[in-house]
C-alpha cells in the first residue's frame, strides 16, 4: 500500500503542475451533443416521458431513468407495471450512447434496440410493440410530431424507439470537474482526488473501465479474481450466448455520474461508492484497498459528475376516441 | 330544444359583436403569479417531483398530477405505492389554488394540508410524515434550499408541504383562448364554441361552475334532479360530516383545461367530455342535450385550455449516509 500511495503521489505532484495534456489521459471529456433533428428529439423527449407506452398507463421510460435522479430510479432493481420486481438494477440513461452494446448482458446493439426492450418487457412497461403502435398512432396531437421528425404521420415501433433513441443521445453531461481538469484546469480536482485518480490507474481499475464513459466498452466476468457472491439470479451473457462460460459475465458500467446511480452492480447490493470500490477492488482485482485509498478512489469517481441536462417537461396530447382504455387492475396479461 | 338553441345564437351574434365588456361575464381570466419567493419554489417542485417522498422512492406528487398531461393521471382512479387501486379520482394540480378548499369532500382548506395527506396516506404515497421528514432531512443536497427557502435548514413536515404547495400556487394556466375572448379578442373563439358557452350560461352550468376556474367554488350534491349511479363506494362530504345529507355531496370540480383532465367525476367513469356534459345535464340539470348541444359545450369547453406550465426538471439531490433504504417489496406496513 505505502508503495502504491507513493507512487500515486508522485503521480499527483507531476499532474498538478504537467497534466494539461489530453493525449496523456486513458480518458475523454463528454462533449455536449450536436442536434441534428430537433423535431426527432422533441418528438423522442415525449416519448420518452409517455406513459401511455405502458400497460397501465402510469409508467413512462423517466419512471426508471428518472432524470431528475442521474438517469435511475436508485433502487436496487425496478418496479414494473402491476408492482412487478425486475430482475436487475436499471442503468443510467445518461450517456448512454457510445457503449460496446446496450443493458448489462449487452442483448441490445443500440439504444433504439434497447428503447424496444421495456416496452414489452412484462416486468417493465408490460405493453407489446403493436399495443404501442396503436396507442401512439390514436392519439391525434401526435401526428404533427411524427411528420416534422419523420416526413410523414406513419406511427411504427421503429420510428417510436427511433425517436427515443435520438432524445436519449442527447443526454450527455458535459463539464464534470474532471474533465476540466482532463481539459487543463490544474486546480478543478483538488491534490486527494487526483490521488484516487492515480490509484484507479495504477491498481488496475481502468483495465476496464476506460473511455469516455470509464465502461461501456467491453464484457468482463464479476469475479474475475474471487466469486462474487450474490442471491440475484441473473445469469449475465450466459442468457444470451447459452454458454456456461459467460455465466456472471456484464457489460462494464460506465462510471460517468455515478455518485448519482447508487446502489451499484448488477444487482444493486452495494448501496454506496465505498462499498462499490472495496468489492470491485475484492473480487476483480484481489486487492484490499484501505479506508484512505477507497476515499480517495471515491473522491476521485465524484469528480466524474457533470451538468445534468435541462430537460423543459414536455407536454403530452390528450388521448383520442379511438385510444385503448388504460385499466391498471384488469388482470394482467400473459407474459410473452 | 330549437329555442335554446335560437336563444344560444342570439346570444352570439351579439358576443361576436359587442362583448369586450369583461364585467359583463361570470368569469375571470386566469391570470400569471407573482412569485415572491423563488426559492421556495423550486424548493417545492422539488419536493413535487421527489420520489422519495413516497415510501417505495417511486412515486411523486407528479406521479398522479403529472405536469406532462394537464395536472392529472389519466386513470380513473391513481395507483399508489404498492400498486394500490386509489379511491378516487385524482383533480388537477393545475389553477387548484383559491378554491373553496382542497379534496373532492374539501376535506383540507389549503394546498398544503392538501400536500401532506398523499404523503401519508396508505393507498398514495404510503409515507407517513414522520418518515417523510427523516428522508429529506437525510439528504445533504436539501440543507442549502430549505436555507435558502426559509431561513435556516429545519426540515418539517410544515416546511414540506408550505414549499409544495407554493410551488402548486404558480401552476396557472393563461392565456386559454376563452380568456382572450374575455380580455376583449372578438376572434379568439369561433362562433360554435360561443353558442356553447351560452348554452353553458342558459342551461344553468354556471350555476356551479362558475369564477375563474369555473368551478372549485361551491360543494353539490352528485345527481341534483336524478339520482347519480356509480359503483364507486365514496360518500363525499358524509365522510367528513357524518350527515347522511352530505352523502355524494362533492366540490364542485373546476373546468380550466378540462380537455386534459380526462376521464371524469369522482369515480372517472365518464371517459369522454361529451359523457360528461350529458350526464351532467341530466343528473343535475333535468336535460337532455342534443348532439348537437353537446358538441357545442365541449367545444367551448376546449376553448378553457390553457398554455401549460413551462417546467424544467428539477435535479434532485443524492441520499446521504443516513437516509433509509428504499425497498418496494418489503411487507406493506399496516394502514395508519
Redesign the interface.
Known amino acids: 500500500m505505502t508503495k502504491t500511495l507513493l507512487a500515486a503521489a508522485v503521480g499527483a505532484v507531476i499532474g498538478l503542475s504537467s497534466f494539461s495534456a489530453l493525449a496523456a489521459e486513458p480518458v475523454d471529456p463528454i462533449e455536449p451533443v450536436e442536434v441534428k433533428n430537433p423535431a426527432l428529439v422533441e418528438l423522442g423527449k415525449m416519448l420518452f416521458?409517455e406513459?401511455r407506452l405502458s400497460r397501465?398507463?402510469?409508467l413512462s421510460c423517466n419512471?426508471c431513468h428518472?432524470?431528475?435522479?442521474?438517469g435511475v430510479?436508485?433502487?436496487?432493481t425496478s418496479?414494473g407495471d402491476?408492482?412487478a420486481?425486475g430482475p436487475i438494477n436499471s442503468p443510467t440513461v445518461l450517456n448512454s450512447y457510445g457503449q460496446i452494446a446496450q443493458f448489462w448482458n449487452g442483448r441490445a446493439k443500440t439504444l433504439a434496440e434497447q428503447a424496444a426492450g421495456p416496452i414489452a418487457n412484462p416486468l417493465e412497461m408490460a405493453s407489446t410493440h403493436e399495443l404501442a403502435v396503436q396507442v401512439i398512432g390514436s392519439i391525434p396531437g401526435y401526428a404533427e410530431h411524427f411528420k416534422k421528425a419523420f416526413g410523414d404521420e406513419k406511427v411504427d415501433i421503429g420510428r417510436i424507439t427511433d425517436a427515443i433513441a435520438e432524445f436519449e443521445r442527447t443526454l450527455v453531461t458535459p463539464n464534470a470537474r474532471f474533465d476540466k481538469w482532463l481539459k487543463g484546469d490544474a486546480k478543478a480536482i483538488t491534490d486527494f482526488e487526483l490521488k484516487g485518480y492515480q490509484l484507479f490507474k495504477s491498481s488496475g481499475c481502468m483495465i476496464c473501465h476506460n473511455g469516455a464513459l470509464l465502461g461501456g466498452q467491453s464484457f468482463q466476468k464479476m469475479g474475475a479474481v474471487r466469486a462474487y457472491e450474490t442471491t440475484n439470479t441473473d445469469e449475465g451473457v450466459k442468457a444470451i450466448s447459452g454458454r456456461d462460460q459467460d455465466r456472471m459475465t456484464f457489460k462494464v458500467p460506465q462510471l460517468r455520474n455515478v455518485?448519482?446511480t447508487?446502489p451499484y452492480f448488477h444487482d444493486g447490493e452495494a448501496?454506496?461508492l465505498e462499498k462499490a470500490v472495496q468489492v470491485m477492488g475484492d473480487v476483480q482485482l484481489g486487492k484490499r484497498y484501505t479506508d484512505e485509498e477507497t476515499a480517495q478512489i471515491v473522491a476521485f469517481l465524484k469528480t466524474l459528475t457533470g451538468e445534468?441536462p435541462?430537460?423543459?417537461?414536455?407536454?403530452?396530447p390528450?388521448?383520442g376516441?379511438e385510444t385503448p382504455?388504460?385499466?391498471?387492475?384488469a388482470p394482467k396479461p400473459d407474459a410473452k
Chains 1, 2 share one sequence.
Do not use: A, H, M, R
Not at 435541462?310 to 403530452?316: D, E, H, S, Y
Not at 382504455?325 to 387492475?329: Q, R, V
Open positions: 416521458f406513459p397501465s398507463g402510469l419512471s428518472n432524470l431528475s435522479t442521474g430510479d436508485n433502487l436496487k418496479i402491476y408492482w420486481q455518485e448519482l447508487y448501496k454506496t445534468q435541462k430537460i423543459v417537461l414536455p407536454i403530452l390528450p388521448s376516441p382504455e388504460f385499466n391498471p387492475w
